[in-house]
């Protein structure tokens, strides 16, 4: 299982639009809304909760007044200032940190967990969501930013899903370094702005520091696209893909309000063509990628499971730039004579037929390379009339094993020929005249010098 997180070094960037979006067009995936402190991805998701759990962390001191004896040691020790000339604690102040309750001389202070928030399973129209709400001013965000990744894996495993795509805290603080450790990837959106480009530097560090590999995209590049070209150039000196530009397109706004994703509510539209664009992009790329290292040695056969009509169009897109290979749907595949058909189109090729027999001419001798050298003595197929004489070498200096060539003994090629070098791999048997077997000298090297050249 893969864990997608997106982030933005601060808010309002347009993160959750775009996981929105990516939800409706991702398949087999858990839905995460990490972003707890101000959980919104429910607005557009509209999940209907199958489980609801209290979300207990951190402690707040409360005194006993039946008990306490008023000695005024719980306001001496603590730094806060979070216990009243009364002795009442005010509960915005208390840190948490314990002082009081360990050295009240009485034991008169309770120190009980706190219960912070909640969390939660839902089922969407687009898969299982795992998604919380914190308290008003409640602290440890990080630790439920941490437990939803949890739950939302353990969906994923239970449900044999392929995908946790999560939506991430902005900044860099304890909720978003809570929500990288351990992720497939992260893709952080930008916006082009001065401190949007500030910001995106900032996050793009924790993710180097974590070790997460990290993707960009650009929302609303079209406002400033001179900014917006500065944040690719620099996701580009730090190795950081870049995925696309998403244009400022007012159908976001429109599509929160009915509650749906840029891509169901309108599919043709720049910003929906957009992200589904950044969407499929990374399998096509990849395949680009792969075409370029391996050339001709490489083809794609995709199989698709499903009918999803984006994911047809991704594959098909992937052969088309293999420029071999095919592309076949489950169905296809489902039948022993389909299989074996799918086999045998990656596996087997079609024996080529065997070529006419060659009828020589009594007494002819073939020179397939045209350099006097018959070709059942030619030791360089291939080379040209000239290029080097073939019938005897003289050897040079035997002491470090060197052959020559004196320069009377080359034909003189034409201008246009090129070869400086013939290696010569020498077969079982082949003797230089003075007793050098296979074995000491197997290799030959004969090196010729063309007129004109140094």
Same mark, same amino acid.
């Given at each position: 299982?893969?864990?997608?997180?997106?982030?933005?070094?601060?808010?309002?960037?347009?993160?959750?639009?775009?996981?929105?979006?990516?939800?409706?067009?991702?398949?087999?995936?858990?839905?995460?809304?990490?972003?707890?402190?101000?959980?919104?991805?429910?607005?557009?998701?509209?999940?209907?909760?199958? %489980? *609801?759990?209290?979300?207990?962390?951190?402690?707040?001191?409360?005194?006993?007044?039946?008990?306490?004896?008023?000695?005024? *040691?719980?306001?001496?020790?603590?730094?806060?200032?979070?216990?009243?000339?009364?002795?009442?604690?005010?509960?915005?102040?208390? %840190?948490?940190?314990?002082?009081?309750?360990?050295?009240?001389?009485?034991?008169?202070?309770?120190?009980?967990?706190?219960?912070?928030?909640?969390?939660?399973?839902?089922?969407?129209?687009?898969? #299982?969501?795992?998604?919380?709400?914190?308290? =008003?001013?409640?602290?440890?965000?990080?630790?439920?930013?941490?437990?939803?990744?949890?739950?939302?894996?353990?969906?994923?495993?239970? @449900?044999?899903?392929?995908?946790?795509?999560?939506? !991430?805290? $902005?900044?860099?603080?304890?909720?978003?370094?809570?929500?990288?450790?351990?992720?497939?990837?992260?893709?952080?959106?930008?916006?082009?702005?001065?401190?949007?480009?500030?910001?995106?530097?900032?996050?793009?560090?924790?993710?180097?520091?974590? @070790?997460?590999?990290?993707?960009?995209?650009?929302?609303?590049?079209?406002?400033?696209?001179?900014?917006?070209?500065?944040?690719?150039?620099?996701?580009?000196?730090?190795? =950081?893909?870049?995925?696309?530009?998403? #244009?400022?397109?007012?159908?976001?706004?429109?599509?929160?309000?009915?509650?749906?994703?840029?891509?169901?509510?309108?599919?043709?539209?720049?910003?929906?063509?957009?992200? @589904?664009? =950044?969407?499929?992009?990374?399998?096509?790329?990849?395949?680009?990628?792969?075409?370029?290292?391996?050339?001709? *040695?490489?083809?794609?056969?995709?199989?698709?499971?499903?009918?999803?009509?984006?994911?047809?169009?991704?594959?098909?897109?992937?052969?088309?730039?293999?420029?071999?290979?095919?592309?076949?749907?489950?169905?296809?595949?489902?039948?022993?004579?389909?299989?074996?058909?799918?086999?045998?189109?990656?596996?087997?090729?079609?024996?080529?037929?065997? #070529?006419?027999?060659?009828?020589?001419? @009594?007494?002819? =001798?073939?020179?397939?390379? !045209?350099?006097?050298?018959?070709?059942?003595?030619?030791?360089? #197929?291939?080379?040209?009339?000239?290029?080097?004489?073939?019938?005897?070498?003289?050897?040079?200096?035997?002491?470090?094993?060197?052959?020559?060539?004196?320069?009377?003994?080359?034909?003189?090629?034409?201008?246009?020929?090129?070869?400086?070098?013939?290696?010569?791999?020498? $077969?079982?048997?082949?003797?230089?005249?003075?007793?050098?077997?296979?074995?000491?000298?197997?290799?030959?090297?004969?090196?010729?010098?063309?007129?004109?050249?140094?």
């Amino acid at each position: 299982m893969k864990e997608v997180v997106v982030i933005s070094g601060k808010g309002g960037t347009g993160k959750t639009s775009i996981v929105s979006a990516f939800a409706s067009l991702a398949e087999s995936k858990v839905l995460c809304d990490a972003d707890v402190d101000a959980a919104d991805l429910h607005l557009i998701m509209a999940p209907t909760i199958k %489980e *609801r759990h209290d979300f207990e962390s951190g402690h707040t001191a409360k005194i006993d007044p039946d008990k306490c004896t008023l000695c005024g *040691r719980c306001r001496d020790l603590c730094r806060w200032d979070a216990i009243s000339e009364d002795f009442v604690v005010d509960e915005m102040d208390c %840190e948490g940190c314990g002082v009081c309750y360990y050295f009240c001389p009485e034991k008169a202070i309770a120190f009980p967990i706190n219960t912070c928030g909640e969390w939660y399973i839902s089922d969407t129209r687009f898969g #299982p969501m795992a998604h919380a709400r914190l308290g =008003i001013a409640e602290e440890n965000s990080g630790k439920l930013v941490a437990l939803i990744r949890r739950e939302g894996m353990k969906l994923a495993e239970e @449900k044999n899903l392929d995908l946790l795509l999560t939506d !991430g805290p $902005p900044g860099v603080g304890c909720p978003v370094i809570a929500s990288l450790g351990g992720a497939s990837a992260v893709l952080i959106v930008a916006e082009p702005t001065v401190s949007g480009k500030h910001d995106m530097e900032r996050v793009s560090e924790l993710a180097v520091f974590f @070790k997460v590999p990290a993707m960009l995209c650009v929302n609303k590049f079209d406002i400033n696209p001179g900014m917006g070209k500065a944040i690719e150039a620099f996701a580009k000196e730090k190795n =950081i893909r870049v995925m696309g530009r998403v #244009p400022f397109d007012p159908a976001f706004t429109h599509a929160m309000v009915e509650g749906k994703t840029i891509v169901e509510f309108g599919e043709q539209g720049e910003g929906s063509r957009a992200v @589904k664009a =950044i969407w499929g992009r990374p399998g096509k790329k990849s395949a680009a990628n792969l075409k370029t290292q391996y050339g001709n *040695r490489i083809c794609f056969y995709a199989l698709q499971i499903g009918v999803d009509p984006d994911g047809k169009k991704l594959l098909e897109q992937v052969v088309e730039t293999g420029q071999c290979g095919t592309y076949v749907t489950g169905d296809q595949v489902t039948s022993p004579e389909g299989m074996a058909d799918f086999v045998r189109r990656i596996f087997l090729k079609k024996a080529p037929s065997k #070529p006419a027999p060659v009828v020589v001419e @009594k007494g002819v =001798i073939l020179d397939s390379d !045209g350099d006097g050298v018959p070709d059942n003595l030619d030791k360089c #197929p291939g080379t040209p009339m000239g290029a080097v004489e073939q019938k005897t070498l003289d050897p040079g200096d035997a002491g470090d094993r060197k052959y020559s060539l004196p320069r009377s003994r080359l034909r003189v090629p034409d201008q246009g020929v090129k070869i400086r070098h013939c290696v010569l791999h020498a $077969p079982f048997g082949l003797s230089d005249g003075r007793g050098l077997s296979p074995v000491q000298n197997p290799l030959l090297l004969i090196t010729y010098f063309m007129p004109g050249l140094s």
